[in-house]
């Protein structure tokens, strides 16, 4: 058995970690701000990461999977199975370019293109009530300089 000033000890110590952690307070932050605009954004069919993922697909030139990986921040199988979430709801189109068969292109297709500007009014309501609460800028300067982490 641990004697009292141990677990004491202990506890102080978990208690320091927790509030002083970047990554633990980030990731509650994160789950608060989806939670926030998930609830908003409820008749939108999407979620945030599909919300996000189609935005991301929509907004950039480069249609590679691995590009996409890289703005996103996820992992290629995490990302290759939300993708297949999107596909199997006919909101992308996941090919193989004929001039070089390692590549995979991400197209937006029309359902998905509906569906997204269908999203946009109700993600601009859910994140100006979020500005109103809650700095964008800082969050955005957090990614941004969490860059450096890579």
């Given at each position: 058995?641990q ?6 000890t202990?506890?102080s110590d978990?208690?320091?970690a927790?509030?002083?952690c970047a ?10 701000i ?6 908003r954004?409820?008749g939108?069919?999407l979620?945030?990461?599909?919300f996000g ?10 249609d590679?999977?691995g590009?996409?990986?890289?703005r996103?921040g996820?992992?290629p199988?995490?990302?290759?199975r939300?993708?297949r979430g999107?596909?199997a709801?006919?909101l ?8 070089d068969?390692?590549?995979r292109?991400?197209?937006l297709?029309?359902?998905g ?7 946009m009014?109700?993600?601009?309501a859910a994140?100006?009530?979020?500005a109103q609460?809650l700095?964008p800028?800082?969050?955005?300067r957090?990614?941004?300089?969490t860059d450096?982490?890579?």
């Amino acid at each position: 058995m641990q004697s009292p000033k141990r677990r004491k000890t202990l506890t102080s110590d978990a208690a320091r970690a927790v509030a002083a952690c970047a990554g633990l307070n980030a990731r509650l932050a994160a789950r608060r701000i989806t939670s926030f605009l998930e609830a908003r954004m409820a008749g939108a069919g999407l979620s945030l990461a599909q919300f996000g993922l189609l935005a991301h697909i929509a907004a950039d030139a480069d249609d590679t999977v691995g590009g996409l990986a890289a703005r996103t921040g996820l992992d290629p199988s995490t990302l290759s199975r939300n993708l297949r979430g999107l596909e199997a709801e006919g909101l992308v189109e996941i090919a193989t370019v004929e001039r070089d068969l390692r590549r995979r292109a991400v197209i937006l297709t029309e359902a998905g293109a509906r569906r997204l500007e269908a999203a946009m009014p109700l993600w601009r309501a859910a994140h100006g009530e979020l500005a109103q609460r809650l700095d964008p800028a800082k969050a955005r300067r957090l990614a941004k300089d969490t860059d450096a982490l890579d």
